[in-house]
């Protein structure tokens, strides 16, 4: 079965840090594109960043509005992509979610919150 599974969302004040990660079983992370979303209240939900593996090494894509401040990575051991968030805004508040295109399989989402 595949799945994924989200974790290290809490509560943050403007300008900290937070690494969220995302587990996946029943399939390797490393052999397929994938996404961090996020859905802020009232609003659609986002593109963050895109990985994907290519025969040259990881290609990343982010989203304009988190360039510079966020980074992502990936244990191939643990099987468990990360998203490194620096320079954290009231803005990047949001539920984070990890996708896996392939399989059409979402996580259940970790709740950030960015507030003094």
């Known amino acids: 079965q595949v799945q994924l599974v989200e974790s290290g969302g809490t509560l943050v004040q403007p300008g900290g840090s937070l690494r969220l990660s995302c587990a996946a079983s029943?399939?390797?992370?490393?052999?397929?594109?994938i996404g961090w979303y996020r859905q802020a209240p009232g609003k659609e939900r986002e593109l963050v960043v895109i990985m994907s593996p290519t025969r040259y090494g990881d290609n990343t894509n982010f989203a304009d509005s988190v360039k510079g401040r966020f980074t992502v990575s990936r244990d191939n051991e643990k099987n468990i992509l990360y998203l490194q968030m620096n320079s954290l805004k009231p803005e990047d508040t949001a539920v984070y979610y990890c996708?896996?295109?392939?399989?059409?399989?979402w996580g259940q989402g970790t709740q950030v919150t960015v507030s003094s």
């Open positions: 996708n896996a295109a392939r399989f059409d399989l």
């Open positions: 029943g399939f390797t992370l490393n052999l397929y594109p």
